[in-house]
C-alpha cells in the first residue's frame, strides 16, 4: 500500500493542477507529499480518502464540487488506470484500489529481503541509553521495562533506517556500592557468589540488605559508608580493588540476565570511569559566563526564565554530583561518536533532572543539544502489592522471568502440548518472554502499569503468546506444506483471487507494516509495533477460522491463500523481533 499511498497522492495532486489550470485560478497547484490521505472510517468506503476541504477554500468551489471535477479528470489520466477508481462522495474523494494488482504487488514486496526495512530515519545517529543500573543489587522489574523500551526502540530505530548506538551506563560508585561493601566486609567473611550459590548480583544486593540489618546493630554504620565513600575517592587501595571485585561479580549477573531475556549493548559506560569529566566541562563553562559562582562557592545555572530552579552544578568543595557526571558524559560521547540524536530511557522520577541537563547542554551551545530526549517510563506493580520499598523487597528481574517461565510450562503440560512444544523449558523461556515484553510494551511508556503474569500468558487475547501462537499456527500450515501435504503443492498462487473483503483486509494490514515502523520510530513509541502484530495477528486468527488453506479444494485458492499465510507468518516475525518476543514454530 505504501508504493499505492505515494501514487495516488500524485495523481490527485495531477488531477488538483489540471483543475487549477480549467479554472484559470491564480494558485499553486499543491506538491504531492504534502496532499492529505486518511483511511476512511468504513472499509466499504474505499481504501483511501482525499477530504477536499482545503482545496475547496483556496478554488472558492464547494469540497463536493472540487471532488466531483477531481474524480472525472483521474478517470482520463493513465496512471490511474488499472490502479483503481476514484469517487467523489460527499466532500471527500475516495479511491478503491485495484486488488489484484495490489495483492501482487504487496505478497512481492513482502517476499523481498528488503521487507521491513525503511528509509525514514537515515542518516540520523541515534545513541540509546537505558538499563543503566546501580551496582549495588540485581535488576527489579522496572528494569525489565526499561531494558524492554531500550531494546525496541533501538530496534525499531535501526528497522527505520537510523544508524543507532545501545549504551548501558552503569553506576558503579558511590554510596549504594559502599553500603553492600561494608556489610560484606562486616558479614562476608571473604565468600565469594560460588561459595553462596548465589549469582553474582544477588549476591551483592544480598549484602545490600544485609546493610539494613548492620543499621540497626551499628548506628555508626552510615558514617563507615561515607568513609568507604572517601577511602574509595583518596584512592585507597584496598577499598578500590574490593569495589572492582563487587562490581565485577555484579556486572557478571547483570550480564546474564541480559542475556536470557535478550538484551544486548554496543557499549558499557561505568561511573567510576565518567564521574570526573564533567568538573571540567562545568569548569569551561563558569569561564564563559554560562554559569556563576554562588556566595557558598559551589557552581550554579539559574534556569528560572524557563521554569526550572537555580540548580547546583559543582558542589562548594568542587566534587561532582548526579548531573555533573550526566553532562561530561553527554559530551565525551559525542566527541567520540558523533551522534545527532540521544534518547536516555530512565524512570519518570528523573524528569526534572533530564530537563535541567538538556537545558544547561542547550546552554552551553552544543548543536546536538537540539535533540534530547528522555524517553520516561512510569512504575510497574505487581497486583498482589508485591512492590516496593527501597529495602530490598523489590520484584527482583531473574525471579519474575523463573516464575512466569514456570507458570508458561505449567500451562504448556496442563494443555498436553509437551509432543509439538519440543523442549517444554525452552518454549516455557520463549512464551514467558513474550508474555513479559508484550505487556511491557504494549501501553505507552508514560503509563503505570499493574503487571498480572497470568493475564499475561493467555494464548487469547491481548498478550504476547497470542501473537506467539498465531505465528506459529502460520509456521505449521507452511511447515505442512513443504512436507507436501494439501491442496495448494497442485495450484499456482494467483492474487487476483485475492479479492474478497477478508483477504483484502489482511493484504492492506499486511502492506501497513513499514509504515507503522516509521510511526514507531518517529514517535519513539514501541506500543504502536506491539499494537501491529496483535491487529495482525487478530486478523489472521479471524481469517484462517473461515478461510481454509490447505484443505480449499481449489488448488488455485489453496496456493493463494498460502502465499497469504506465508507474508502474515513474515510480517509477524518482523513485527514480534521488533517488540522484543521470541519468535516459535510451533506451541
Ligand atoms: N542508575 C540510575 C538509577 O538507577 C539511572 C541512571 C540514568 N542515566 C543517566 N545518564 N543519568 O537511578
Known amino acids: 500500500m505504501v508504493e499505492s499511498k505515494t501514487a495516488w497522492k500524485r495523481i490527485v495532486a495531477r488531477a488538483l493542477a489540471a483543475y487549477i489550470a480549467e479554472k484559470g485560478q491564480d494558485c499553486a497547484p499543491p506538491d504531492p507529499e504534502s496532499v492529505v490521505l486518511e483511511r476512511p472510517p468504513k472499509p ?12 475547496a477554500r483556496l478554488l472558492r468551489a464547494s469540497p463536493q464540487a472540487v471532488a466531483t471535477a477531481l474524480a472525472a479528470i483521474i478517470a482520463r489520466d493513465p496512471e490511474s488506470h488499472g490502479r483503481g477508481e476514484a469517487r467523489a462522495e460527499g466532500p471527500y ?5 485495484a486488488r489484484a494488482a495490489e495483492s501482487a504487488r504487496v505478497l512481492a514486496a513482502v517476499a523481498d529481503p528488503t521487507w521491513g526495512r525503511t528509509t525514514s530515519q537515515a542518516g540520523h545517529k541515534v545513541l540509546i541509553e537505558f538499563s543503566s543500573p546501580n551496582t549495588n543489587k540485581p535488576l527489579h522489574l522496572g528494569h525489565l521495562r526499561n531494558n524492554a523500551l531500550g531494546e525496541s526502540l533501538s530496534r525499531i ?8 548506538r545501545k549504551v548501558n551506563h552503569l553506576n558503579d560508585r558511590g554510596i549504594n556500592i559502599c553500603r553492600s561493601m561494608l556489610a560484606y566486609l562486616r558479614y562476608g567473611e571473604g565468600r565469594s557468589p560460588e561459595d553462596e550459590g548465589l549469582k553474582g548480583d544477588h549476591f551483592v544486593g544480598k549484602y545490600y540488605v544485609l546493610f539494613n540489618k548492620l543499621k540497626a546493630e551499628d548506628p555508626t554504620a552510615e558514617v563507615a559508608a561515607q568513609e568507604l565513600v572517601r577511602r ?19 556486572f557478571e549477573g547483570l550480564k546474564a540476565t541480559y542475556a536470557r531475556t535478550g538484551i544486548s549493548f554496543d557499549a558499557y559506560d561505568f561511573e567510576t570511569e565518567t564521574y570526573e569529566i564533567g568538573r571540567e566541562e562545568v569548569l569551561k563553562g563558569l569561564a564563559r559566563g554560562v554559569f556563576y559562582r554562588e556566595g557558598d562557592g559551589s557552581i550554579q545555572i539559574d534556569l528560572e526564565d524557563v521554569g526550572l530552579d537555580k540548580k547546583v552544578l559543582l558542589r562548594k568543595d568542587g566534587t561532582s554530583i548526579y548531573i555533573t557526571q550526566d553532562i561530561g558524559t553527554a559530551i565525551r560521547r559525542h566527541e567520540s561518536w558523533p551522534y545527532d540524536r540521544v534518547v536516555y530511557v530512565v524512570g519518570n522520577e528523573q524528569q526534572y533532572h533530564f530537563k535541567v541537563l538538556f537545558e544547561v547542554l542547550k546552554r552551553l551551545g552544543f548543536d546536538w543539544a537540539r535533540d534530547l530526549h528522555h524517553l520516561s517510563y512510569g512504575m510497574v506493580n505487581l497486583p498482589s502489592g508485591r512492590m516496593k520499598t527501597r529495602e530490598g523487597t523489590i520484584v527482583d528481574a531473574d525471579d519474575l522471568v523463573d516464575e512466569v517461565a514456570a507458570m508458561a510450562a505449567a500451562e504448556i503440560e496442563a494443555k498436553g502440548r509437551e509432543e509439538s512444544a519440543g523442549s517444554v523449558k525452552e518454549i516455557a523461556e520463549k512464551i514467558a518472554l513474550g508474555a513479559l515484553h508484550y505487556f511491557l510494551l504494549h501501553v505507552a511508556p508514560v503509563k503505570d502499569i ?19 501462537y498465531m505465528g506459529a499456527r502460520a509456521a505449521s500450515i507452511l511447515r505442512k506444506h513443504a512436507a507436501g501435504e494439501g491442496n495448494a503443492v497442485k495450484g499456482r498462487a494467483d492474487p487476483a483471487l485475492l479479492e474478497g473483503d477478508a483477504e483484502w483486509g489482511l493484504v492492506k494490514l499486511i502492506a501497513e507494516l513499514p509504515e507503522r515502523i516509521d510511526q514507531a520510530a518517529a514517535s519513539m513509541e514501541p506500543s504502536v509495533m506491539a499494537g501491529y502484530a496483535h491487529d495482525l495477528a487478530a486478523a489472521f486468527s479471524a481469517w484462517y477460522r473461515d478461510n481454509p ?18 507474508a502474515v507468518r513474515r510480517n509477524l516475525e518482523l513485527a514480534s523481533q521488533l517488540v522484543c518476543i521470541p519468535v516459535l514454530e510451533s506451541m
Do not use: H, K
Not at 488453506?549 to 506465508?566: F, G, I, S
Open 44 to 55: 466499504e468506503l474505499g481504501d483511501f480518502g482525499f477530504p477536499m476541504f482545503p482545496y
Open 93 to 97: 474523494l475516495n479511491v478503491r484500489v
Open 232 to 250: 574509595w575517592e583518596s584512592g585507597d587501595p584496598e577499598i578500590r580493588a574490593l569495589q572492582e571485585r563487587m562490581n565485577a561479580w555484579t
Open 157 to 164: 530505530l535501526r528497522a527505520a533506517g537510523a544508524e543507532v
Open 450 to 468: 499493574l503487571y498480572d503474569p497470568a493475564a499475561s500468558l493467555s494464548f487469547t487475547g491481548d498478550t504476547g503468546p497470542y501473537i506467539q
Open 549 to 566: 488453506v490447505l484443505n480449499c479444494p481449489d488448488p488455485n485458492l489453496a496456493a493463494t491463500r498460502l502465499e497469504l499465510v506465508r
